[in-house]
């Protein structure tokens, strides 16, 4: 299939990427902003996907140039698309939880894997617990305004237990309730 | 807002930085809000020796947070809290929606 890079969007452009490395037998999971973006539907708006692997950069180089994308340093960008591509390292942690249960999309440009819905919202939270970002917690509050019914807030503010931060989770579950 | 309260406007940017940010450093608040250094250095320092804030030295950078130990400490925050939660949408956009979660260096916003 002939892409136009140009007029994808970013949850096509996950989709393209994550696809061909699946194909190639290279695991990634998209997390970060651009997960903001696609459960937010685009609510929120991220410029850069970051993927987790456990491979090195050299892998992923040669299969992301066949389809244009050029390595400048540990980013990669096609000139036809405004969006950077990232790898951070592996695992994939939720806080401090390390998780191995991700969603998988089927759309026309194949198999995307991303973080779950729950996870998404625990992931924006956690940067609202241990940084005090406020856009974290906006964007948090993004995820839950679109995907209530995939998220169980009692299993959030069990994590918020956890992660020892039931104070914040209190002030997240005022700002819902608005 | 409540700047007549406080007494000045530069002493309410201050606390609301830090109550929304959790901590503060003068260059930051200068730049932020546009505001010379030397006012924002003179406050911060007036609110050290009052007990509200404490200091701690990072590298070169002084880094201001609230004192726990700041016997009003709780009502204050709760004032500056509603504070912010009743301020113009602008204002918030502009000055207390900053990214404070860590990106990796060299990498474009």
């Given amino acids: 299939m002939k892409i136009d890079f140009s007029k994808l969007n970013i949850k096509d452009l996950a989709n393209v990427i994550c696809d061909i490395l699946l194909k190639n037998n290279i695991d990634v999971v998209l ?18 996907l970051d993927f987790v692997t456990d491979k090195t950069l050299k892998e992923l180089e040669s299969v992301l140039n066949t389809i244009g994308f050029k390595r400048t340093g540990r980013l990669f960008k096609n000139d036809k ?25 089927k759309t026309k440009y194949g198999l995307l894997k991303l973080l779950k819905p729950a ?15 406020p ?7 993004m995820i839950y305004n679109k995907q209530k019914n995939k998220i169980n807030l009692k299993e959030i503010e069990n994590w918020s237990k956890k992660e020892n931060n039931i104070e914040k989770y209190n002030i997240f579950i005022k700002k819902i309730i608005l | 807002m409540i700047e007549n309260l406080l007494g000045n406007q530069t002493l309410e940017k201050i606390l609301l930085s830090v109550e929304r940010y959790g901590n503060c ?6 730049k932020t809000f546009d505001l010379s250094l030397y006012a924002v250095q003179t406050q911060l320092k007036k609110m050290e020796l009052t007990g509200v804030l404490v200091s701690k030295l990072y590298g070169k950078v002084r880094i201001y947070e609230f004192n726990p130990r700041y016997a009003l400490l709780k ?10 939660e009743i301020l113009p949408e602008k204002e918030i956009k502009k000055y207390y929606m900053n990214r404070t979660r860590p990106r990796l260096q060299n990498k474009p916003l």
Wanted: hydrophobic content about 35%.
């Fill in chain 2, 25 to 30: 450093y003068a260059c930051n608040i200068s």
């Fill in chain 1, 119 to 133: 996870d998404c919202l625990k992931d924006r939270l956690a940067g609202y617990f241990y940084w005090n970002d």
């Fill in chain 2, 75 to 84: 009502e204050l925050r709760a004032l500056l809290s509603k504070t912010l």
């Fill in chain 1, 31 to 48: 997390v970060g902003g651009a997960c903001v973006s696609i459960y937010s539907k685009n609510k929120y708006m991220s410029y850069d």
């Fill in chain 1, 135 to 141: 856009q974290s917690l906006e964007q948090a509050i």
């Fill in chain 1, 81 to 105: 698309c405004d969006y950077l591509i990232d790898f951070v390292s592996h695992p994939v942690m939720i806080g401090k939880e390390y998780t191995k249960d991700f969603e998988e999309m």
